[in-house]
């Protein structure tokens, strides 16, 4: 298994948001987490990275994530936030660069090689001509494919990823789901990706896990599922408590 949740009840104090969710992803694959404002994504994720306590258990290739040491640094997880910010001037390429911190010692600067890679990975995301730029007069949608670039740069075998298409264009958006498949039909990697563009999973291989439903479980994807599911959130939401 890459990922299991068994019996997983997370939340804020009195406020439990994820009840007793369980689901087992057996193979490389992606997963998108659906669900209403409010319905707990950020907050599997914040149980994914030990950021909140939870009940019940979190694996990864078997192993109980709270045992797990400095993931990231490992390569078994990367994490890319709904909302990265970043208050100095920095050209593009140096942010993209050090997606590859784990292959860096501390102080070791990056070399011509590396930001060659990073070239290379802006290439794919069509972004080199942003490549000298200094990141923060970037749209909030180039900044966005920024740091997914630099989240494919660290490589891990899962990836965290929360609405990384929420301020792209139509084209970038089916792009970007376009490039997340890649990474798990051509590379093996598992990617739970949290998002509210529903119409661009149908064309996708893998499955939702729609977190607003009374029992969220992983329903593969197909125009049928997505569609069933887009009516249930349509129909209303569970009143806030
Ligand atoms: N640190 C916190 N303390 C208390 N409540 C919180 C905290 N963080 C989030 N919440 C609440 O938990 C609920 C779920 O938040 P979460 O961010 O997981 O939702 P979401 O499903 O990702 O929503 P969205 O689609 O709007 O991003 C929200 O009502 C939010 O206000």
């Known amino acids: 298994m890459i990922i299991e949740a068994k019996n997983l009840v997370a939340g804020y104090g009195q406020r439990v948001l994820i009840r007793n969710l369980s689901f087992s992803v057996p193979a490389p694959a992606f997963v998108a ?50 909302k990265n910010t970043v208050t100095f001037p920095i050209k593009v390429h140096d942010l993209v660069v050090m997606g590859l911190f784990r292959k860096k010692r501390f102080f070791e600067n990056y070399n011509a090689a590396d930001y060659a890679l990073a070239a290379k990975t802006l290439e794919q995301l069509q972004l080199s001509h942003l490549l000298g730029h200094d990141f923060t007069t970037l749209s909030g949608g180039e900044q966005q494919l920024v740091w997914l670039a630099q989240l494919m740069l660290q490589d891990a075998r899962i990836s965290l990823l929360d609405e990384p298409t929420q301020q792209l264009d139509v084209y970038y958006k089916n792009k970007v789901f376009q490039l997340l498949q890649q990474w798990v039909l051509q590379h093996d990697k598992t990617v739970l990706c949290i998002t509210h563009d529903l119409q661009n999973l149908p064309p996708l291989q893998g499955y939702l896990l729609n977190l607003s439903k009374p029992a969220p479980a992983l329903e593969k994807i197909s125009p049928e599922t997505v569609q069933a599911n887009q009516a249930f959130l349509e129909a209303g939401r569970q009143p806030v408590l």
């Open 33 to 82: 987490i659906i669900g209403h404002n409010g319905a707990g994504k950020t907050t599997l994720f914040r149980a994914f990275q030990q950021k909140i306590p939870y009940q019940g258990q979190l694996l990864v290739q078997g192993q109980d994530l709270k045992r797990l040491h400095h993931p990231a640094e490992q390569g078994t997880l990367s994490y890319l936030p709904q």
